[in-house]
Every structure is written in structure tokens, then in C-alpha cells.
């Protein structure tokens, strides 16, 4: 909420939003998904409910205050970042999961799909996101 609002004082009208892909997932299992799937907000952690509950607010103050955010969204709901990373720490939810992995720390057998992106290719995709028009509203 509080970059959107920024975003609009400073009168940037294209806003790129690194999302999570439990956003749209978390709690519930289907066959495939898309932009009207939502996580189910009883069967997910609460980091990932504050993943899900500011992109619903962002997604929010473009649709319904327009008026008031005359703003392009675009939203790369990410798996699991995988890759080199600028930080001299791994304190982030991608680098958290995959210790517990390595560490043995998960209690159970890991039968899940776990889609991986590698932070160069999420960077060249907000690049390209940065160049079309095409990735607004989406």
C-alpha cells in the first residue's frame, strides 16, 4: 500500500510488484490456476498471508481508487528465487526454505511441486515487464 501511494505522490504510473506464487496457490490444490484464484487465508502461514493480503491491496487501490492511483500494475507472482544474491545474508523466505531442506529440518517427506526461478531470469522478466505495455493489469 505504501509503495503504491509513493509511487502516485511521485507520479510514476508503472508499478512492478515481486509477488509470491502462494499468493495464488497456498491451500489449496487444482489443476491449473489464474488471475481469479486466490490462496485460502485459513490453510497458509502468516508470511505468506502477507504476501497475499498487499498484493490484494495494491490490485485493490488500482481497480476500485483510480481516481486516486492512476497507476499500471503489474504483478511476477515467484516461486523459490534460486541464484546469486547481493545480500551478505539469507534472511528471506526462499533462502529460509531451501536451509530447512539442506538442513534436514523438515519434519516431512517432501512430495510437492516446488516451482524454481532463478533470480537472473526474474530479473530479465521485470525488464521485460519494464518494456511493454502488453504486462499492465496483469
Request: aromatic share 8%.
Amino acid at each position: 500500500v505504501l509503495l503504491i501511494k509513493a509511487c502516485a505522490a511521485l507520479g510514476i504510473k508503472r508499478v512492478l510488484l515481486a509477488g509470491s506464487v502462494t499468493s495464488i496457490t497456498g491451500g489449496k490444490k487444482a489443476k491449473s490456476y489464474n488471475e481469479d484464484n486466490w490462496a485460502d487465508v485459513n490453510n497458509i502461514n502468516i508470511d505468506d498471508k502477507a504476501k497475499l493480503y498487499a498484493e490484494r491491496m495494491a490490485w485493490y487501490l488500482i481497480n476500485h481508487e483510480k481516481d486516486k492511483y492512476d497507476i499500471n500494475l503489474t504483478v511476477l507472482n515467484l516461486g523459490v528465487l534460486l541464484g546469486p544474491t547481493i545480500t551478505h545474508h539469507y534472511h528471506f523466505a526462499s533462502a529460509a526454505f531451501m536451509k530447512k531442506i539442506f538442513n534436514g529440518k523438515m519434519k516431512h517427506n517432501l512430495h510437492i511441486k516446488i516451482p524454481v526461478v532463478d533470480v537472473r531470469d526474474a530479473a530479465v522478466a521485470f525488464c521485460k515487464c519494464l518494456e511493454t505495455d502488453r504486462a499492465d493489469g496483469k
